[in-house]
């Protein structure tokens, strides 16, 4: 494993082992075990959208590894006024020992790693967020035990949270059922991975994807650079929405994941994000303790 582009590119047993490393890096950092796995050395992180999580998950992640990191906006890089990716990759790998990148496309993600000579992290394109999705697996695992068997259900856009969870569930033994407006399905690629599971169900029907569900998952109606359509979305997801009447339908534990930053009253009900506020916050936790190991397990020398 040389970069984390997609969760595509990950057999299940990496993935495996960057969650058994996270929760080791997670139960250390909790008993005051420092480590300086990353000492001297310095991620890059582009930022071509906002963010509140990964760039704090991955700053103090990397202090916290006894490494620098740099936030690159690009308000002020070059990128910015249309400097190549190609040359970036290839000037930035000179200095840096890890980029993080947070973009639109994901052709820019595989570029980076196309040329530059350093470990890229894929941070969230419009196609994927695998980082999210390793702390996503975490969580469902330290709250269920396990994962091979357990039901995760989608309800909502099929955008990049979507297409990580479908893959990232579907490699780790999950059962993943998604419930879609027609004209918001996941990206094509994912759902040709998906044909070869068993497991995997496709639906516009909420309740129907619900069903015995032991995690459920939902995300923003419009996502990053989508704002232009929110109106048009909001009429097009009315009724995706994960609240205390579809939670009926579903096992009576079940736990309830947003990757935030959540909007209250569309994807998901108020009351529903407080009662599961403790799991949905656990999670956001763990983008630092799964992203410590991403880094730990591209980087370390
Ligand atoms: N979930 C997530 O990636 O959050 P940010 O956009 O705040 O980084
Ligand atoms: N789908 C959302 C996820 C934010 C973390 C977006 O891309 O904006």
Redesign the pocket.
Known sequence: MNHLLKLLDLTPEEIIELLNLGDQLKYEQKHGIRHHLLEGQTLGMIFQKASTRTRVSFEVGMSQLGGDALFLSNRDLQIGRGEPVQDTARVLSRYLDGIMIRTFAQQEVDDLAEYGSIPIING?TDFS?PC?VLADLMTVREHKGRLDGVKMCYIGDG???ANSLIVGGLKTGMKVSVATPDDYRPDPVVLEFAKGYGSFRLTDNILEAAADADVLFT??WA??GQEGEAEIRRKAFAGYQINEELLKNAAPDAMVQH?LPAHRGEEISEETFEKHADEIFDEAENRLHAQKAVMVKLMKK
Do not use: F, G, P, Y
């Open positions: 969230l967020h999210q955008n990049n949270m995300d923003v996502s990053m990757c």
